[in-house]
T-cell receptor
Framework: NAGVTQTPKFQVLKTGQSMTLQCAQDMNHNSMYWYRQDPGMGLRLIYYSASEGTTDKGEVPNGYNVSRLNKREFSLRLESAAPSQTSVYFC???????????????FGNGTRLTVT | KNQVEQSPQSLIILEGKNCTLQCNYTVSPFSNLRWYKQDTGRGPVSLTIMTFSENTKSNGRYTATLDADTKQSSLHITASQLSDSASYICVVTMFSGGYNKLIFGAGTRLAVHP
């Protein structure tokens, strides 16, 4: 089973450039999430989608947009990258929304983004 | 402030030895506590989820304990293996306004040496 697949694995951007991080899951999960992980800090929620057709802001949404393309796919877009967005980005999915259910999150292997 | 603090930040042990990782939290009201294992360059993988009423849960050589009164949890690893080298992340779910919010600790980085 592939689980949660993220592309690309690595990316270097210049300040002001845009890009889209792709995420797909094959577990028929309803809910999908985008987190960022920075050194010395816990993962922080950027955006999430409780179910197909809905998206909501998380803890740190500024500078990002998302699209829940279908039940499988959830993309994260940086419209104008800034050095503060240098981070490791993780996509995750769960059977039901983590805000109402205890089902575990299943994470992808991350996209390592550097903005110069 | 709702926080999750893990200690130690890093730990080195010899293969075959046991170790215990700590997680203290100030999150309230509490819904559940999760432990994840994150290998270098990979995403976190769920080890255990404990609700308020559970005070211990095992997953193979991993045993998590929870004391909801003192707001402390520990993850005990028995007979460590080289493959246990990873970061271990404590995640506390806060129940707020009818919704759960996951609060992640910064993790403990464990290195198991032969």
């Amino acid at each position: 089973n592939a689980g949660v697949t993220q592309t690309p694995k690595f990316q270097v951007l210049k300040t002001g450039q845009s890009m889209t991080l792709q995420c797909a899951q094959d577990m028929n999960h309803n809910s999908m999430y985008w987190y960022r992980q920075d050194p010395g800090m816990g993962l922080r929620l950027i955006y999430y989608s409780a179910s197909e057709g809905t998206t909501d802001k998380g803890e740190v949404p500024n500078g990002y947009n998302v699209s829940r393309l279908n039940k499988r796919e959830f993309s994260l877009r940086l419209e104008s990258a800034a050095p503060s967005q240098t981070s490791v980005y993780f996509c995750a999915s769960s059977a039901y929304p983590s805000d109402i259910d205890n089902s575990p999150l299943h994470f992808g292997n991350g996209t390592r983004l550097t903005v110069t | 402030k709702n926080q999750v603090e893990q200690s130690p930040q890093s730990l080195i042990i010899l293969e075959g030895k046991n170790c215990t990782l700590q997680c203290n939290y100030t999150v309230s009201p509490f819904s559940n506590l999760r432990w994840y294992k994150q290998d270098t360059g990979r995403g976190p993988v769920s080890l255990t989820i404990m609700t308020f009423s559970e005070n211990t849960k095992s997953n193979g050589r991993y045993t998590a304990t929870l004391d909801a009164d003192t707001k402390q949890s520990s993850l005990h690893i028995t007979a460590s293996q080289l493959s246990d080298s990873a970061s271990y992340i404590c995640v506390v779910t806060m129940f707020s306004g009818g919704y759960n919010k996951l609060i992640f600790g910064a993790g403990t980085r464990l290195a198991v040496h032969p």
